[in-house]
């Protein structure tokens, strides 16, 4: 876990505002995700990446992009269409999936966006 | 795609007790099963794993059994404390990709 990172811990967003979301990852994982937290609800996966210039929209993609220029960082950008962002994001990493040492999924410490 | 569902949503049990969190699955090709502990405003930390060759895995007082067969697995948590009291969520992943499905997460409180 203490491998991947995510900054800032807050973040406050105005009306019609895009922020970017930062996560990175120094355990050489090629797959990297996105995740978005609502108060007692369960994770729902927004993107994810498994390898460097390569992403696929997750269940809720709408309103949010990503990019992978480097294997370790994907940053996510919440766009002025996504007109309810308020929630705990989440981003993980896990090895490329068939290696033998498995693909355990790991999690930053999150980033709480707020709107203004 | 993958369906995982988890029951209960929320769970009470008096501390020593047992706590048993199940889960299901729908797609036959997943076959690596985590189980995350998830304490407020923290990040998920994984607590044990199991794979579709194994059916019980056990780590001091947690337990994980999976049934292929029924498409569903189990978390047990034994002589449970105070500090067990998180909310802990199931996934499903495929071997061959790297999409992890997860379930919509347990509430459990130990009652001291």
């Known amino acids: 876990d203490g491998g991947i990172t995510q900054s800032p811990k807050y973040l406050f967003r105005k009306e019609g505002q895009n922020v970017t979301l930062s996560c990175e990852q120094n355990?050489?994982?090629?797959?990297m995700y996105w995740y978005r937290q609502d108060p007692g609800q369960g994770l729902r996966l927004i993107y994810y990446?498994?390898?460097?210039?390569?992403?696929q929209k997750g269940d809720i993609a709408e309103g949010y992009s990503v990019s992978r220029e480097k294997k370790e960082s994907f940053p996510l950008t919440v766009t002025s269409a996504q007109k309810n962002p308020t929630a705990f994001y989440l981003c993980?990493?896990?090895?490329?999936?068939?290696?033998?040492?498995?693909?355990?999924?790991?999690f930053g410490p999150g980033t709480r966006l707020l709107v203004l | 795609g993958e369906n995982v569902e988890q029951h209960p949503s929320t769970l009470s049990v008096q501390e020593g007790d047992s706590a048993v969190i199940k889960c299901t699955y729908s797609?036959?090709?997943?076959?690596?099963f985590p189980w995350y502990k998830q304490e407020l405003g923290k990040r998920p930390q994984l607590i044990i794993d199991?794979?579709?060759?194994?059916g019980e895995k056990k780590d001091q007082r947690i337990a994980v059994t999976l049934n292929k067969t029924a498409k569903h697995f189990s978390l047990h948590i034994t002589e449970t404390q105070p500090e067990d009291s998180a909310v802990y969520f199931c996934?499903?992943?495929?071997?061959?990709?790297?999409?992890?499905?997860f379930g919509t997460g347990t509430s459990l409180t130990v009652i001291p």
């Open positions: 996934a499903a992943s495929p071997d061959t990709g790297n999409q992890f499905y």
């Open positions: 990446s498994q390898i460097v210039n390569d992403f």
């Open positions: 993980a990493s896990s090895p490329r999936a068939g290696l033998a040492i498995g693909k355990t999924q790991y």
């Open positions: 199991i794979r579709s060759n194994v």
């Open positions: 797609d036959s090709a997943s076959n690596y």
């Open positions: 355990l050489n994982h090629d797959a």
